[in-house]
């Protein structure tokens, strides 16, 4: 097991054994995704550090997007239950990159690709793939993809 995934399960026994409700259950939710992600497709497998932060990267991802949606419909309640769940899983992920930061590692990303011959938007793809395992749990995807378009079109 990893290292990350065996604190989550220490601080879920910390969080039964304090009755605390809400960090219980956000934990319990974490390790079940983290689970479900170890048995999908053809061999179950242990998930490494990267993957469990991925994993939770994707869970913050959902509370955001669903607390936005609850105040939509003018639920507050369940919104503030979401924003609550990503307090918890914040805690375990790494602290986000600034924009500046974000924008040096896609800078030498592109510079690594257009010395191999890549460049402009054909080559978005190559330059994900170099940015993506520096910035999983650091930064949105969405952001990470626009700015790397930005600085491939300029």
Do not use: F, H
């Amino acid at each position: 097991m990893t290292g990350l995934k065996e604190t989550l399960k220490s601080e879920l026994t910390t969080s039964m054994r304090a009755k605390n409700e809400l960090t219980t259950a956000t934990l319990r939710m974490i390790l079940s995704a983290i689970t479900n992600e170890e048995v999908s497709g053809k061999e179950s497998r242990v998930l490494t550090d990267q993957e469990v932060m991925s994993v939770l990267s994707k869970e913050g991802k959902k509370r955001k997007e669903s607390a936005t949606a609850y105040d939509a419909a003018n639920r507050p309640e369940l919104a503030d239950r979401e924003r609550a769940e990503l307090e918890i899983i914040s805690k375990y992920l790494p602290e986000e990159l600034s924009e500046t930061e974000l924008n040096n590692i896609i800078l030498q990303a592109v510079e690594t690709v257009n010395s191999a011959g890549q460049s402009g938007p054909s080559a978005m793809g190559a330059v994900m793939k170099l940015v993506t395992p520096q910035v999983v749990g650091r930064a949105d995807g969405s952001a990470v993809a626009s700015a790397v378009r930005a600085a491939l079109t300029s």
